[in-house]
């Protein structure tokens, strides 16, 4: 059931996020309408013998809305760069009522969550040739189990775990009062230098993960 409600939500934001769109482009920076055309003919008549096709580019989307999908490469407070699909890039200006939406962390999503790497989708206003983001959606794909064997290397009981595996890198988690640690008896077992295996979902919009499950292998024997 909680996987199915997690589905329900998802849909239900991306159905938002499409729902405030007049104008759609895809992650090849190929603007498509979305809807009614929000243009009169003469105006598309005017823009097609000029050589433009409408929503192809920023320059054509003055004073309209278009969405774009891609990777993010940069952010910071007031810029988000992405990747698109035929791997240009897009800038948007970051504002104070840019909408941050990240399903994983519901309405608490600030700015600060968005990190490079995660895929989101972009509803834009262009305001002369200057697109500003006015919601941001984290875009995440199939929920998935994912397992990391490692040593403990620090271990705040309900607060963090973080694990060093056997090619040398470092993984940290939360931990909260869901996170299992299994089997019961060795739950005293659970110190820095246990090896351990921790379960967790995949996180594909790239936040620190929590820790689902944590298994904590038999202590190596004298």
């Not at 278009?66 to 007031?78: E, K, Q």
């Not at 230098?193 to 919009?205: Q, S």
Request: net charge positive.
């Amino acid at each position: 059931m909680k996987k199915n409600w997690i589905y329900v939500t998802l849909i239900t934001l991306i159905a938002v996020f499409f729902a405030t769109a007049q104008v759609m482009a895809s992650p090849a920076n190929d603007a498509r309408q979305f809807g009614k055309p929000m243009v009169t003919p003469g105006t598309q008549a005017t823009a097609m013998a000029s050589g433009h096709t409408q929503g192809n580019n920023a320059s054509t989307l003055h004073g309209k809305r278009a969405n774009y999908f891609g990777t993010i490469l940069t952010v910071d407070l007031t810029s988000l760069v992405i990747t698109l699909k035929d791997s240009t890039t897009q800038t948007f200006v970051l504002d104070s009522s840019t909408i941050i939406r990240i399903p994983t962390l519901g309405r608490g999503a600030t700015v600060a969550n968005l990190l490079v790497g995660m895929r989101v989708g972009v509803h834009a206003v262009n305001d002369a040739g200057t697109l500003t983001a006015k919601i941001v959606l984290a875009i995440p794909g199939k929920p998935a189990l994912v397992h990391r064997v490692g040593v403990v290397t620090d271990y705040q009981a309900g607060v963090s775990i973080t694990i060093q595996t056997k090619d040398g890198s470092t993984f940290t988690f939360l931990v909260n009062d869901k996170t299992k640690i299994l089997p019961a008896e060795r739950v005293d077992q659970l110190v820095v230098g246990a090896t351990v295996t921790i379960i967790m979902p995949r996180d594909v919009t790239g936040g620190v993960a929590t820790a689902k499950g944590i298994v904590v292998h038999p202590a190596a024997q004298p």
